[in-house]
């Protein structure tokens, strides 16, 4: 199989891939980009993130209470999937804009919205590229989707969300802790994540730690079709100087078990 890297100006199969030593940027990330439809259909069904699925609807509704004096008015849900934050916090009183790159997340979040009446807003953009008009008091990165964004791109939605938030605006963000998980030995290069009930396996197969991402490939074990995904290094300590950078300053940080997933809520101080 050929994975058309373009930056790298190779064509190579994944297993002999190697990355130039000068290249500092990810270029991983775009064919991500490319890949991300397949990816949402292959190794984690976007149908996860829909209001359909009472687990994420349960997941984000606990979130939202848990951490209601973090929601403002206005909230900017990046990497929305299919906007379920969006309705269940319209209820609340919340106004909701949701952009996701996922044309397949957006299409059914805005059906879903005509459908029942919802005025939440929905945005099918790359939010690494966004600029989108607007003043927000809250910015939501959840569900970790943090994993699809390196560190170059953090930066870059937080250059662009400045514009749109003020002083004491919150940052609300989950993200798996990667740094923990190698070290515990519980994600390594060559796992391997066996599901026969969904007909698939993921292969970890190399941990870049110039670009700060773990690429690992999903088969599907009945059509033999690989799907490439890379997913980003985070850590507390690597994401909190960034926001710190920004003018973002950490008010609370909690960790989850059950996904060894940090959550973290920043209030913007300039
Ligand atoms: C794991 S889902 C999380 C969805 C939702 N936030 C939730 O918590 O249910 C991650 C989402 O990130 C989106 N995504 C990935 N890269 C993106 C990008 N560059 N710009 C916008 N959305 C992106 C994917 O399409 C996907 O819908």
């Not at 969006?86 to 299409?107: A, L």
């Amino acid at each position: 199989m050929e994975y058309d890297l373009k930056n790298y100006a190779v064509r190579a199969p994944l297993e002999s891939l190697t990355i130039a030593p000068y290249i500092c940027r990810t270029p991983i990330t775009d064919t991500m980009k490319t890949n991300i439809v397949a990816y949402y259909k292959k190794h984690d069904p976007f149908s996860r993130y829909l209001t359909t699925d009472k687990r994420r609807v349960k997941q984000l509704s606990g979130l939202y209470h848990s951490n209601k004096r973090y929601f403002g008015r206005r909230v900017l849900d990046i990497a929305c999937g299919g906007g379920v934050l969006g309705f269940i916090i319209e209820k609340r009183g919340h106004s909701y804009t949701g952009v996701d790159i996922n044309p397949d997340m957006i299409s059914w979040a805005k059906n879903n919205a005509k459908k029942i009446g919802s005025r939440n807003r929905f945005i099918k953009r790359d939010a690494t590229r966004m600029k989108i008009g607007g003043a927000f008091d809250t910015v939501c990165i959840l569900g970790n989707a943090l994993c699809h964004f390196s560190t170059h791109d953090l930066s870059r939605i937080l250059e662009n969300a400045a514009t749109n938030c003020r002083k004491n605006a919150h940052v609300i963000v989950d993200y798996r802790d990667m740094v923990g998980l190698m070290f515990a030995k519980q994600w390594n290069v060559g796992t391997r994540l066996v599901e026969k009930d969904k007909g698939r396996i993921s292969t970890t197969k190399r941990c870049d730690t110039r670009t700060g991402f773990v690429v690992t490939t999903t088969t599907d074990l009945r059509k033999k079709k690989e799907v490439l995904f890379a997913h980003a290094i985070w850590s507390p300590f690597i994401i909190e100087p960034i926001m710190n950078d920004h003018g973002w300053s950490l008010v609370q940080r909690s960790f989850s078990k059950r996904w060894s997933g940090w959550l973290d809520i920043y209030e913007r101080t300039i």
